[in-house]
T-cell receptor
């Protein structure tokens, strides 16, 4: 079963705009990670935020985590056509051993 | 450093056959996980191996099995294939066995069952 639910399922924006994707989860976590997947390819790790952190930045990416609401958001600023991909949140749960539980993903399309 | 390598990249099988997929993790990585990705169910955890031991298993039938070798390479096997087994099978490695840190994914093996 999927731990995370992502919102929106699909997002279409123009180049230069910001893209915000949200993720909600159900159980307590050690950390939350965001991954990117180009069509039919493997996943690439973007950023990890630990349960005791509230915000993290990496280049044009900004991730927030609200453990009280069990939610996270990924913001991509000044988007580029090359950012077109699917984005997944994944939770590393306290009681799930060494597995990540992925959300359903957000399909982002950035139009040039 | 070479990334995670999965073979074969594409394969077509018929119902009832069996398939073996291979994964070579990044050098020095001892943890290997497998995930199944389908349009309907998304990314689902299959199993995780560390030092040749299966440490965690997802909710899949016994037709799905795996193993890890002493060099950390891993294989997964699906027997008696069903149409619903058509999916992208992703392997990921981690440097250590702890429950922190990112996963490094291979490009996947796309299985089509006819």
């Amino acid at each position: 079963s999927q731990q995370g639910e992502e919102d929106p399922q699909a997002l279409s924006i123009q180049e230069g705009e910001n893209a915000t994707m949200n993720c909600s989860y159900k159980t307590s976590i050690n950390n939350l990670q965001w991954y990117r997947q180009n069509s039919g390819r493997g996943l690439v790790h973007l950023i990890l935020i630990r349960s005791n952190e509230r915000e993290k930045h990496s280049g044009r990416l900004r991730v927030t985590l609200d453990t009280s609401k069990k939610s996270s958001s990924l913001l991509i600023t000044a988007s580029r056509a090359a950012d077109t991909a699917s984005y997944f949140c994944a939770t590393d749960n306290n009681n799930a051993g060494n597995m990540l539980t992925f959300g359903g993903g957000t399909r982002l399309m950035v139009k040039p | 450093k070479a990334g995670v390598t999965q073979t074969p990249r594409y394969l077509i099988k018929t119902r009832g056959q069996q398939v073996t997929l291979s994964c070579s993790p990044i050098s020095g990585h001892r943890s290997v996980s497998w995930y199944q990705q389908t349009p309907g169910q998304g990314l689902q955890f299959l199993f995780e191996y560390f030092s040749e031991t299966q440490r965690n298993k997802g909710n899949f039938p016994g037709r799905f099995s795996g193993r890890q070798f002493s060099n950390s390479r891993s294989e997964m096997n699906v027997s008696t294939l069903e149409l619903g087994d058509s999916a992208l099978y992703l392997c990921a490695s981690r440097q250590q066995g702890g429950n922190t840190g990112e996963l490094f994914f291979g490009e996947g093996s796309r299985l089509t069952v006819l």
